[in-house]
């Protein structure tokens, strides 16, 4: 039985959008714009629905907060006029997105991560929209209770997220990330490589809880000659601060829309512009606090890659850190392992209870408990190319044999089938 299956990606990083726009080709329509930014391979790229297609499926991708993208969509398929006024960004969004579900009238629903938007807005559309036979998360990092609300089926990404939400009733299967074996046709794999260890993705802070254990690791090696960071906080704090009052402005107006108009009325009239200068100066001393690791170490951290270029600098370097969240706890699984593995990086990566699930450890990776052991693994092999060279073949083989974009949809459809 086929099926026609709509997925929604919401990107998480806005410096990926920045990104985009600095490097985009002048695209005029809603299919040349969307092509041009799943080219590029930013993140979860259209790799999902074409394979979707080739077993016989209808598969469309919704890249949710692409605004621009969204409002060509809307210009070519739908005349509904209330979008036009709508003034909310977020509320503009989500109309847009239940006129998109009208026009394909998908029998799945699935979101790459979660919802985009409230848990009663997701009942909406699984109440009104009854043609939707199953709503499913492919779910990267744990939600809370309120998040998971009218969800059908919730595939986790680790073994200790799938066990998560099977505790709380919910039909729940494992299904791991995967790499997109396309993206070898889009970089060079014929420049020489450099002997350093590259670490992409977040740095943490001291305020963040999910990234703590990754923020301290990276301060001990902050220091290691041949070791970069890339971090994701350092792209998206610059863009932060050089919006800064703008942000601030529209953070406030949004949680005031809230409150009676007694309350704003009252506010309006007892205000005066001192106080207002004395919230903004306060925000932007808490703002300045060095809490980020590139605040901290700035000539140490470097701003985030995304796409083609990330994967470029990941096959041109012999080595790849991967360091996993806290949600984690005793697995591994995320999304850099298959990324760096498929470029034919050889990854140094966190021993987990899994990790023979998905790679023969000290192998096809080089596997480490602590800093001392990976600092002494790595000691042992960096000199010896061959050893490099071998490790980082056996696990890229490992990647296009077990983790690929086709081998994980032929697993995700078989679910499909057997659950609708």
């Not at 920045?18 to 790799?47: A, E, G, H, M, P």
């Not at 606090?289 to 270029?309: A, C, D, M, V, W």
Request: proline share 1%; charged share 25%.
């Amino acid at each position: 039985m086929n099926y026609k299956i709509l997925r929604v990606v919401n990107v998480n990083f806005e410096t990926i959008f920045d990104t985009f726009y600095k490097n985009r080709i002048n695209s005029d329509n809603f299919l040349s714009l969307k092509k041009s930014f799943f080219n590029q391979s930013y993140v979860w790229c259209n790799s999902f629905a074409e394979r979707m297609v080739e077993i016989g499926n209808e598969a469309i991708d919704i890249i949710y907060n692409f605004e621009e993208l969204q409002n060509m969509w809307r210009l070519e398929h739908s005349s509904n006029q209330k979008i036009d006024f709508e003034k909310d960004l977020n509320e503009k969004l989500y109309l847009i997105f239940l006129e998109q579900i009208k026009f394909y009238k998908p029998d799945i629903l699935y979101f790459q991560h979660c919802a985009p938007f409230t848990s009663d807005k997701l009942k909406y559309i699984k109440d009104n929209f009854l043609f939707i036979k199953k709503i499913i998360f492919h779910n990267g990092f744990l939600l809370n209770d309120d998040q998971i609300k009218n969800v059908d089926i919730i595939l986790g990404c680790l073994p200790v997220y799938k066990s998560h939400y099977e505790n709380l009733g919910i039909k729940s299967f494992l299904i791991y990330h995967y790499f997109d074996e396309n993206i070898l046709n889009k970089i060079s794999l014929k420049n020489k490589k450099k002997n350093n260890v590259i670490f992409f993705g977040k740095t943490g802070s001291i305020k963040n809880d999910n990234h703590s254990l990754r923020h301290n690791f990276i301060k001990e090696l902050i220091s290691q000659d041949s070791f970069y960071f890339f971090s994701v906080e350092k792209h998206r704090s610059s863009l932060i601060k050089k919006n800064f009052k703008k942000i601030l402005r529209n953070l406030i107006i949004n949680k005031l829309k809230y409150l009676p108009d007694k309350i704003i009325y009252f506010l309006f009239d007892n205000l005066n512009n001192n106080k207002i200068k004395s919230i903004l100066e306060d925000a932007k001393k808490n703002l300045t606090k060095k809490t980020f690791l590139h605040e901290q170490f700035p000539y140490r951290i470097n701003k985030s890659l995304y796409g083609i270029e990330m994967f470029q600098l990941l096959r041109d370097n012999n080595f790849a850190l991967n360091i996993h969240s806290d949600q984690s706890d005793i697995n591994c699984g995320n999304l850099r392992m298959f990324e760096a593995t498929g470029v034919g990086s050889c990854l140094l990566t966190e021993y987990k209870t899994n990790l023979i699930d998905l790679f023969d450890p000290d192998e096809e990776v080089v596997t480490y408990k602590s800093k001392d052991e990976l600092l002494s693994k790595l000691k042992e092999i960096k000199n010896n190319y061959k050893i490099i060279e071998e490790i980082s073949q056996k696990g890229q083989k490992r990647t296009l044999n077990n983790h690929t974009t086709s081998i994980r949809i032929n697993e995700i459809d078989k679910l499909i089938q057997r659950e609708l």
